[in-house]
């Protein structure tokens, strides 16, 4: 039997997914706050719900990807959510980056109804989204990993079951607080090469292919020394995403000298009012903080 | 006319470089402080000098790979140093890893004498040193770098002209704040993970092939979940590099916040007797601060 899918949450992420997941073949309900974002979805053939009820009660598989841990909350447990109409036996895929402890919560508050979930953050931005390229980090059982896989496929290269509920999320953090530290990494470099009068671009090249070598080098670095500061991740999400990693290790006990600099470090930037620029702005912040660079 | 090589500074680096230069077919005379060092590139084919300027007399491009900086400033300037016997038009390559403003002092007091210098640090570990496959960072003037560049290919894959002199140092030093910056990253990821209790085999395979993606998080990452803090690259040795990075940093006047905080992560497993592990320990710096790991 085919699964019936159902997608709440059509952001800049979620339209470039449900469009693959469209393509992929699978019939799909969609739902999403503002309404008006449904209709290029249905104008290539997804059906419409009324409510994120609405949406369970026609589906097998529901996937969620909306903003943080109250959206989840409210689309899936609050009023007309999706736990009021979902059948016994239907699952639902959690794509969101949102807090791994409220991730078991809702995880449990589903299963007293019979329905599964999975937690299945994704990276790879929204030209990964738009292009089913995504690297999607899943926690959850494992023959619901199975059930998923092909609806998965339809949106992501990389699926890596990585353990039980919660656990999706759990790697998501570990994947920002490396992201972010590798920023910081390339924009102390960066910074250190501007001060010493460096050709940028040459740094770069003689470094890459080495021990300092990573994605953020190669694609945030480059970017940042070209002066472009469009966001593939902005700063405003990458710190919602710090708060959670900040939040779950004040939780587990263990401090993190380097993320919450970093945390502190693009404080500044938003104080500065360009929360909206790329997270490889950091160098921006190191520049402020070195006086080297005037007000924008 | 071929170049007469020489080469001063046998180490776990020079060893496996000079071999590359015999192979490559330049006629080599080496010196090394500790004689014994110089029989087996004799017995391969080196003629061995009595000091480094004895080295310098028999050579047209002489090449010094030693510890610290006041070791280059003893091999060139100093007693039967390289500046009293090197003739006029040679070139002295210097591929240790020292201060950019000593390197300029240094090139200043050779071209006074009509030699010609080039600072050409490396990248890439004993291993790269012994298949010929180093990065090597060049700073100086384009027209030596060319005249340079047949012996350069005998011991590294990828050149690159950074700029004038001390040039290649200053990459240097970038490079290795991205190093261990990427490594912190790397560290509080993993940190995190374990505390989390996720496979961390599973962690590193989701995020890899993404934005968190790097030459440490595969090949240094991987060796710290394995508990192998087999060197790569010394805690010692990079303490040495860190000290020039923070020294340079202080006289071009820029703070740098992470930097700083990992030379001090460093010095605490320093002081524990572990400078002798490779600078992937950084992870078991922060599992002690964490109350994660019993004394050694």
Not at 179 to 197: D, H, K, N, P, R
Request: hydrophobic letters at 45%; glycine letters at 14%; aromatic letters at 4%.
């Amino acid at each position: 039997m085919k699964e019936k899918v159902g997608f709440i949450g059509l952001g800049i992420m979620g339209q470039g997914m449900a469009h693959n997941i469209l393509k992929a073949g699978f019939p799909l309900t969609v739902w999403n706050r503002t309404a008006a974002r449904m209709a290029p979805l249905v104008g290539a053939g997804a059906a419409a719900a009324r409510s994120p009820a609405d949406c369970a009660a026609q589906t097998t598989i529901i996937i969620t990807c909306v903003s943080d841990t109250p959206d989840v909350k409210q689309v899936i447990l609050g009023e007309n959510g999706v736990i009021y109409a979902a059948a016994p036996g239907s699952l639902v895929i959690d794509m969101s980056t949102i807090s791994p402890q409220v991730t078991q919560q809702v995880a449990a508050a589903l299963a007293a109804k019979g329905v599964q979930m999975l937690d299945a953050p994704i990276s790879g931005g929204s030209e990964g989204a738009a292009k089913g390229t995504l690297s999607i980090m899943v926690g959850g059982e494992a023959s619901q990993v199975e059930r998923a896989r092909p609806v998965l496929q339809a949106m992501g290269q990389k699926i890596t079951h990585v353990g039980g509920a919660g656990a999706g999320q759990m790697v998501k953090l570990v994947n920002q607080i490396v992201v972010v530290g590798t920023m910081l990494a390339v924009a102390e470099g960066l910074l250190f090469a501007q001060a010493g009068e460096l050709d940028l671009d040459k740094t770069i090249e003689a470094i890459a292919g080495g021990a300092a070598g990573s994605w953020m080098l190669s694609n945030r670095g480059t970017q940042a020394i070209a002066d472009d500061w469009r966001p593939g991740f902005t700063i405003d999400l990458q710190q919602k995403d710090l708060k959670l990693v900040l939040e779950a290790a004040a939780s587990l006990g263990i401090p993190l000298l380097g993320t919450s600099l970093i945390h502190n470090l693009y404080r500044t930037l938003q104080a500065r009012g360009l929360g909206q620029e790329g997270n490889h702005a950091l160098l921006k912040a190191l520049e402020y903080l070195a006086g080297r660079r005037g007000g924008d």
